[in-house]
């Protein structure tokens, strides 16, 4: 160990200590951005940017675990990202593959998976069935992976979920406009019966949502931080819970 990772050690000790763990979110969502900046820094390629993103997974959860968090929402793959060129979209859904498997394996999560489904390889559609199936049994911390997943897809799905759901009760247009509320809509979504997110954390440095999670983080408090994904530490991550618990959640009010 060196002099840096002595001190950054104590520094993370000294900020854990002080931690009110009243004041900690019980739902962290976390946009993992920064694999393929962080590999070019590095002068490594984007795939390997990805795997060194993949094996920093585990490591947040274990410290989500420690502080009490109960909900956590990785976005993985977002409907954008199926754009990108074959030959980097391929090793990325085996890498993702992976680390779903990874998660299932553990015996401490237990897995969700939010996105469209349907927009994504078979393969991976068998992996994450997988993982939701023998994972559903586990009392641990809920984890979203959230692959194919984008925010204004995710709206879409809600209404038309919604929609042919009162199709076949034989609901009237004139019916359904009447009864249309937030509550309703909520039913719909990837994350039914979950709460929404207390507090969402970028990597990286950008400063936007990118549609993660618009409407479930109405009231959710944003935590921008420089490091890009792969070079997360655990100091990083209690700031964020810290200067979550000295922030004061109006909802609106």
Known sequence: MNLRDLVYG?????????????QVPKHIGVILDGNRRW???????????HKAGASKIQELLGWCSE???EVVTLWLLS??????PEEELVPLLNIIEGAVRDLAADGRWRVHHVGNRDLLPSRTQTVLKEAERDT????????????GYGGR?????????LLLDHATKGTSFEELAEVVDIDLISEHLYTRGQPDPDLVIRTSGEQRLSGF?????????????????????????????????ARHRRYGS
């Open 10 to 22: 104590l520094y993370a000790r000294r900020v854990e200590g002080r931690l009110d763990h009243a």
């Open 39 to 49: 590999a070019r820094a590095a002068g490594g390629t984007a795939e390997q940017g």
């Open 67 to 69: 502080t009490d968090v």
């Open 79 to 84: 409907t954008d990202n199926l754009d990108r």
């Open 136 to 147: 559903e049994h586990i009392g641990g911390i809920l984890v979203n992976v959230a692959v």
């Open 153 to 161: 897809q995710e709206i879409a799905d809600a209404v038309r979920s």
């Open 213 to 245: 999670m618009l409407w479930q983080s109405a009231h959710s408090e944003y935590y921008f931080c420089e490091v890009f994904w792969p070079a997360f530490r655990k100091v990083d991550f209690l700031r964020a819970l810290r200067d979550y618990a």
